[in-house]
């Protein structure tokens, strides 16, 4: 059976890259989550996938000065002042609301939600017994040469965190190459597919496993790359028969928004 990966946290369900979406995906019974790294203008590293604030945060309200709202901008106290859940509640972006799969109890636990540190999530990882792949993602400036790789492993031997409990996962393919060479006891996963519309570009078939965009590979595909020793799991597949399209074809992995359609 393929895992089932939530898609940063379960995010059907919860706001995104939040510690609520997190707990959500464990309770789904999730073999683990995604979730995006990033860095405040302080050099803490946080959890938030978009290079802007604006959509997922009430920052325009509460920093009506600071378009665009680049998160590398904002220092870690000012990222934690704000409200990162109550826009969930608000737009229902998976229309989960309004189908009655969330109750008033959970629109409000959304409400307040803070942008998480990495130092959060891990522990909250470990603490759960759980897994998590760490997907680290290009920094806006002015962080683009912020030594992520560097830091992130650091504060993995900081909190002992146990390598079993990790994957490393970038689109930026010598990031990864840096993992393998300081800490080869951690697992990597190679991103493909940044492109909505261009071929997925394989290269030399490197790494042991592949994070493929959906709406660019076959089953046949995966099929070939299976018998050259290569898994590959697919982003972000949230339509029923898509999934069990790819778990018959042999995926490693989905990485869904609805986690809850592979456990219950």
């Not at 400036?141 to 490393?168: C, H, K, N, S, W």
């Not at 394989?202 to 592949?210: C, H, I, T």
């Not at 595909?221 to 590959?232: A, D």
Request: include cysteine; aromatic fraction near 8%; proline fraction near 5%.
């Amino acid at each position: 059976m393929a895992l089932v990966i939530a898609h940063r946290g379960a995010r059907s369900l919860a706001p995104e890259n939040t510690m609520l979406a997190a707990r959500k995906a464990l309770e789904l019974g999730a073999d683990l989550w995604e979730t995006d790294i990033s860095v405040s203008a302080d050099g803490q590293l946080v959890l938030i996938h978009d290079d802007s604030l604006v959509r997922t945060t009430n920052v325009k309200k509460l920093y009506p000065d600071r378009d665009p709202w680049t998160v590398t901008t904002f220092t870690l106290s000012e990222l934690r002042n704000l409200d990162a859940g109550s826009w969930f509640a608000d737009t229902d972006p998976f229309g989960q609301i309004k189908s009655g799969k969330l109750s008033r109890v959970d629109q409000a636990a959304c409400r307040g939600e803070k942008i998480p540190t990495l130092r959060e999530a891990l522990a909250f990882t470990q603490s759960a017994g759980w897994r998590v792949n760490l997907e680290l993602k290009r920094l806006p400036p002015p962080m683009e040469t912020f030594p992520v790789v560097e830091r992130v492993l650091g504060l993995i031997d900081e909190l002992r965190i146990d390598a079993e409990r990790l994957v490393i996962s970038s689109f930026n393919h010598h990031w990864l190459r840096a993992v393998q060479t300081l800490r080869p006891d951690i697992r990597v996963e190679a991103l493909i597919g940044f492109s909505e519309t261009d071929p997925l570009d394989w290269g030399a078939l490197e790494f042991p496993v592949y994070n493929a965009r959906s709406t660019l590979i076959t089953g046949n595909e995966i099929r070939r790359l299976l018998r050259k020793g290569i898994r590959v799991n697919v982003f972000t597949v949230n339509d029923r028969a898509k999934i069990s399209q790819f778990i018959a074809a042999g995926a490693a992995g989905i990485i869904t928004d609805f986690p809850q359609w592979m456990t219950r």
